[in-house]
């Protein structure tokens, strides 16, 4: 299993820019998160889902769209891009079975974006 | 809202001990601990469900006080792999909505 996959690795916006983020997951899982990570700070939540079609939002959604049309992708739609939307975004993916909580999330690398 | 963790950095040489607390404003129905080497991604640790249930590593322990919503990670005989950055994740009832990092405790392990 290649676990959770994210790509591009790294990318450089100019503001104003779009561009989607793209993860993958092999394992099956019904759950799946975007978090950013700004520096020397905690995750924050942006938006996650609970299975293909249904999306909600996290903590800090403005600014970012998701959908989720297959169980293995949840591709993350940075619009018009702003330098406070410069973070590591890690994506991450859980089992979703009662109680959900019981369930660890297993993270992707990583995708490092600098808006200038 | 978020858990407040203590302390936010701590020192230790290689074989020591330390503990890492999470506390949390509200009720708590889990909490989820992880770790994040620089440059990585976060990975599991523990997972502490209210009612005791708990799953997670052999050689990392922990607790969870549900009445004062509390949680401490011990690290015991501490190796330099244990150096990085510990997480909580607390979450209410809706595991989703509701479930928040805290700020994080970095752990720096000298040989």
């Known amino acids: 299993n290649a676990g959770v996959t994210q790509t591009p690795k790294f990318r450089i916006l100019k503001i104003g820019q779009s561009m989607t983020l793209q993860c993958t997951q092999d394992m099956n899982h019904n759950y799946m998160y975007w978090y950013r990570q700004d520096p020397g700070m905690g995750l924050k939540l942006i938006y996650y889902?609970?299975?293909?079609?249904?999306?909600d939002k996290g903590e800090v959604p403005n600014g970012y769209n998701v959908s989720r049309s297959t169980t293995e992708d949840f591709p993350l739609r940075l619009e018009l891009a702003a330098p406070s939307q410069t973070s590591v975004y890690f994506c991450?993916?859980?089992?979703?079975?009662?109680?959900?909580?019981?369930?660890?999330?297993?993270f992707g690398p990583g995708t490092r974006l600098t808006v200038t | 809202q978020q858990p407040v963790q203590s302390p936010q950095a701590v020192i230790l040489r290689e074989g020591e001990d330390a503990v890492i607390n999470c506390s949390s404003s509200?009720?708590?129905?889990?909490v989820h601990w992880y770790r994040q080497k620089h440059g990585e991604a976060p990975v599991f640790l523990m997972i502490?469900?209210?009612?005791?249930e708990q799953k997670g590593h052999d050689k990392i322990s922990a607790s969870f006080n549900e009445k004062k919503q509390q949680s401490s990670l011990y690290l015991t005989a501490s190796q330099l792999s244990y150096s990085g950055t510990y997480f909580c994740?607390?979450?209410?009832?809706?595991?989703?909505?509701?479930?928040?990092f805290g700020p994080g405790t970095r752990l720096s392990v000298l040989p």
């Open positions: 889902s609970v299975g293909a079609g249904i999306t």
């Open positions: 991450a993916s859980s089992y979703g079975t009662d109680p959900l909580a019981y369930y660890e999330q297993y």
């Open positions: 502490l469900l209210k009612g005791g």
């Open positions: 994740g607390t979450g209410g009832d809706n595991y989703g909505q509701n479930f928040v």
């Open positions: 509200k009720a708590l129905y889990s």
